[in-house]
């Protein structure tokens, strides 16, 4: 029997944008099942609390199949590693994200020489947005209605004073 190839898209979706959901979408058409891994990540002290960012993604790919949202906390090639995974996905917006993914992307492998990291390209349209945009425009009382999905812009209704 043909073993499953299954990829990691790993991030900290604080919250989740159309940019990634777009990669979601392109991810899962190469492998046979995509896990999206959403970092705990204190560091970032993020805004939405893990069960929110994982039930956002779930939601919103719930139409998609061999898509599965899980959260994590340790080292992303364990992580990799412990779902029988073969690759890492990163998206690439700019140029600019290329030297800090470079270097994520070959301290991964020093970690975990067998993993490969791919980078893909998002939709053009999405190609300027990030999730701390979204939080900016949103705490301004912006319009984020055509960058995120439906549950994320009820979620910051909810926390607006
Ligand atoms: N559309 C929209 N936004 C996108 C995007 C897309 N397609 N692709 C990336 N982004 C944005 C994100 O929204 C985020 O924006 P923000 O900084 O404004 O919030 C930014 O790009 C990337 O942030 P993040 O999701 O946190 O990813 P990261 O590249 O910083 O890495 C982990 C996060 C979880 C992958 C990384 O921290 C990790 O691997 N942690 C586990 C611990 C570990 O193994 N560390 C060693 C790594 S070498």
Wanted: aromatic share 8%; hydrophobic share 45%.
């Amino acid at each position: 029997m043909k073993t499953k190839r299954i990829a990691i898209y790993p991030g900290t979706f604080d919250p989740v944008t159309n940019g990634h959901l777009d990669i979601m979408r392109r991810a899962v058409s190469l492998f046979d099942h995509l896990i999206v891994a959403v970092a705990l990540n204190p560091k970032k002290n993020p805004l939405f609390s893990i069960d929110q960012r994982v039930s956002f993604i779930t939601e919103s790919t719930r139409n998609i199949n061999n898509i599965q949202v899980l959260s994590f906390n340790n080292l992303l090639v364990d992580f990799v590693e412990a779902n029988k995974a073969v690759a890492i996905i990163k998206g690439l917006r700019a140029v600019t994200d290329f030297e800090y993914e470079l270097q994520m992307g070959i301290m991964n492998r020093n970690l975990n020489e067998s993993i490969e990291t791919l980078f893909m390209i998002p939709s053009q349209e999405f190609s300027f947005l990030s999730s701390s945009f979204i939080k900016e425009i949103a705490k301004h009382g912006g319009n984020i209605g055509k960058m995120v999905p439906k549950n994320v812009v009820s979620a910051f209704k909810k926390i607006k004073p």
